[in-house]
T-cell receptor
Framework: GAVVSQHPSRVICKSGTSVKIECRSLDFQATTMFWYRQFPKQSLMLMATSNEGSKATYEQGVEKDKFLINHASLTLSTLTVTSAHPEDSSFYIC?????????FGPGTRLTVL | AQTVTQSQPEMSVQEAETVTLSCTYDTSESDYYLFWYKQPPSRQMILVIRQEAYKQQNATENRFSVNFQKAAKSFSLKISDSQLGDAAMYFCAYRSGGNQFYFGTGTSLTVIP
């Protein structure tokens, strides 16, 4: 099956710093990737839809300047959390659209101190 | 906007028994996809089963099957011969014709040995 990798799996950073999370589709090309945020024991909350070669589409309430998304190639999308604060601590999941379904990365646990 | 409702926050089943997880959705579209995803403690989202709305036949994947009632907008998941490894969060998801995905709030399944 299609594989999506996500790096890093876990990151701890200081408040005010920026963190970049990479999402790669390893064996297929994905023109569309999604970024989700998940709080403990809750569902996935869609943050943005990333389309290769164009600007990401953000969901209502998600700060574009804080969560920068770049989809520079058909196999790579990145999410940069800028000037991270403790309230940004969460589990971030990416997925890639292929074969009419989503393939999910393993997630990134972000902890902001 | 489309909504997906999972009315059972928690369910439990005896090992080897059968359990059904419910899901309803609201849409005005005629062409869409429905999915059940499993999220074990590792938090990796795993596709369990998918159903195309235009197909009348219910999808089946080994011990997993769905009861798709298009008119009633219902999409339940039946797990037969439950195993300890089936314990996880289960999310019902809807994919619109425009590649937008909507997730339910999840059902936590416990398998009792």
């Amino acid at each position: 099956g299609a594989v999506v990798s996500q790096h890093p799996s876990r990151v701890i950073c200081k408040s005010g710093t920026s963190v970049k999370i990479e999402c790669r589709s390893l064996d297929f090309q994905a023109t569309t990737m999604f970024w989700y945020r998940q709080f403990p024991k809750q569902s996935l909350m869609l943050m943005a839809t990333s389309n290769e070669g164009s600007k990401a589409t953000y969901e209502q309430g998600v700060e574009k300047d804080k969560f920068l998304i770049n989809h520079a190639s058909l196999t790579l999308s990145t999410l940069t959390v800028t000037s991270a604060h403790p309230e940004d601590s969460s589990f971030y999941i990416c997925s890639a659209l292929g074969y009419n379904e989503q393939f999910f990365g393993p997630g990134t646990r972000l902890t902001v101190l | 906007a489309q909504t997906v409702t999972q009315s059972q926050p928690e369910m439990s089943v005896q090992e080897a028994e059968t359990v059904t997880l419910s899901c309803t959705y609201d849409t005005s579209e005629s062409d869409y996809y429905l999915f059940w995803y499993k999220q074990p403690p590792s938090r990796q989202m795993i596709l369990v089963i998918r159903q195309e709305a235009y197909k009348q036949q219910n999808a089946t994947e080994n011990r997993f099957s769905v009861n798709f009632q298009k008119a009633a907008k219902s999409f339940s998941l039946k797990i037969s011969d439950s195993q300890l490894g089936d314990a996880a969060m289960y999310f019902c998801a809807y994919r619109s014709g425009g590649n937008q995905f909507y997730f339910g709030t999840g059902t936590s399944l416990t398998v009792i040995p």
